[in-house]
């Protein structure tokens, strides 16, 4: 079983022209509600490419909670440990421009008053053979969560991926066992531009590092010695987003299998690579048939 501690946000995705200015009002071509948060898509993930997975997290009690735990529901995902919070759901408001850059901003809502686990977590936690942790809830209630498996006796492995990248407190690293930043993220975390420089300075930090490099693939180390590069499978992208976290949630799927470090890499590749090749996130990450088919 996989354990998520993370986010769960509404996007909320306006298609325009052009995003207005301050102060202007336009009329947008279409509007979608997308479930998502960094916590969410990687249960989702993790759930489709063949594991038990429960969700640990916050919704609000608007509109917006039901649709975020049915999402999670649908895939799969045990959402016990979702809870229901006083106030708005975490939400992403999402400007999308024909042809330019997006513009986003993120309401935390009930993301933002989550304070470490509570009921059972702790309990689900222990039972789990890896806990996925991102950065998209409060710091503190991150580092209680990762310090839960080492405080019970657990051989749950403890997998940060760093998004946003912020710093990271001692005890949160003290904590984990593997890091998955993206190149940005890793370049942000450590200072050093040229990847392969970043995962060294990342594993004087942790005991392994995944750092994923888009359409080049994966850099992978250990402080055991040993080091990876996994080529991404050539495929044509329509939309990459959450590709990291589809990456994310079937790693942890391998590993809890058992399959070496390369088989993971391979397995969570091909998972990836599958989603880029869909429209939108929860709804273009691969069922484990797919991703089996593809490493055949
Ligand atoms: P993020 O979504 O966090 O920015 P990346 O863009 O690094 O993360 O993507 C994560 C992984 O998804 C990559 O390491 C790769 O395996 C896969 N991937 C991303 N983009 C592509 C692509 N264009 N073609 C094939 N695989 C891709
Ligand atoms: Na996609």
Same mark, same amino acid.
């Given at each position: 079983?996989?354990?998520?501690?993370?986010?769960?946000?509404?996007?909320?995705?306006?298609?325009?022209?052009?995003?207005?200015?301050?102060?202007?009002?336009?009329?947008?071509?279409?509007?979608?509600?997308?479930?998502?948060?960094?916590?969410?898509?990687?249960?989702?993930?993790?759930?489709?490419?063949?594991?038990?997975?429960?969700?640990?997290?916050?919704?609000?009690?608007?509109?917006?909670?039901?649709?975020?735990?049915?999402?999670?529901?649908?895939?799969?995902?045990?959402?016990?440990?979702?809870?229901?919070?006083?106030?708005? &759901?975490?939400?992403?408001?999402?400007?999308?421009?024909?042809?330019?850059?997006?513009?986003?901003?993120?309401?935390?809502?009930?993301?933002?008053?989550?304070?470490?686990? $509570?009921?059972?977590?702790?309990?689900?936690? $222990?039972? &789990?053979?890896?806990?996925?942790?991102?950065?998209?809830?409060?710091?503190?209630?991150?580092?209680?969560?990762?310090?839960?498996?080492?405080?019970?006796?657990?051989?749950?492995?403890?997998?940060?991926?760093?998004?946003?990248?912020?710093?990271?407190?001692?005890?949160?690293?003290?904590?984990?066992?593997?890091?998955?930043?993206?190149?940005?993220?890793?370049?942000?975390?450590?200072?050093?531009?040229?990847?392969?420089?970043?995962?060294?300075?990342?594993?004087?930090?942790?005991?392994?590092?995944?750092?994923?490099?888009?359409?080049?693939?994966?850099?992978?180390?250990?402080?055991?010695?040993?080091?990876?590069?996994?080529?991404?499978?050539?495929?044509?992208?329509?939309?990459?987003?959450?590709?990291?976290?589809?990456?994310?949630?079937?790693?942890?799927?391998?590993?809890?299998?058992?399959?070496?470090? $390369?088989?993971?890499?391979?397995?969570? &590749?091909?998972?990836?690579?599958?989603?880029?090749?869909?429209?939108?996130? &929860?709804?273009?990450?691969?069922?484990?048939?797919?991703?089996?088919?593809?490493?055949?």
């Amino acid at each position: 079983m996989i354990s998520v501690f993370g986010s769960a946000n509404m996007d909320l995705v306006a298609y325009v022209a052009q995003a207005p200015k301050p102060g202007e009002t336009i009329t947008g071509r279409e509007f979608r509600t997308i479930p998502g948060g960094k916590g969410a898509n990687q249960a989702i993930a993790a759930a489709r490419a063949g594991a038990d997975v429960a969700f640990l997290g916050a919704v609000g009690d608007d509109a917006f909670g039901p649709g975020l735990r049915a999402a999670l529901a649908e895939a799969g995902v045990d959402t016990a440990g979702l809870r229901v919070v006083s106030g708005p &759901s975490g939400v992403a408001h999402i400007v999308v421009q024909d042809g330019g850059d997006n513009s986003i901003i993120v309401v935390p809502g009930a993301n933002g008053v989550v304070t470490g686990p $509570a009921g059972r977590d702790a309990e689900v936690i $222990a039972r &789990s053979g890896a806990l996925l942790l991102q950065l998209e809830l409060p710091m503190d209630a991150v580092v209680a969560a990762a310090q839960v498996p080492r405080a019970a006796m657990s051989r749950a492995e403890v997998i940060l991926t760093p998004a946003p990248a912020v710093p990271l407190p001692a005890e949160l690293l003290e904590a984990v066992d593997l890091i998955v930043p993206n190149e940005h993220e890793a370049a942000a975390l450590t200072g050093r531009d040229d990847p392969r420089d970043a995962l060294e300075a990342l594993l004087d930090l942790v005991p392994e590092a995944v750092v994923t490099l888009g359409a080049r693939g994966v850099l992978y180390g250990s402080r055991d010695g040993a080091r990876l590069h996994e080529a991404a499978v050539p495929v044509r992208a329509v939309d990459t987003t959450a590709a990291g976290d589809t990456f994310a949630g079937a790693l942890a799927v391998a590993r809890t299998e058992g399959a070496d470090p $390369a088989r993971a890499l391979r397995f969570a &590749s091909a998972a990836a690579a599958l989603s880029v090749q869909r429209e939108g996130a &929860s709804t273009s990450m691969p069922h484990r048939h797919e991703i089996d088919r593809l490493l055949e």
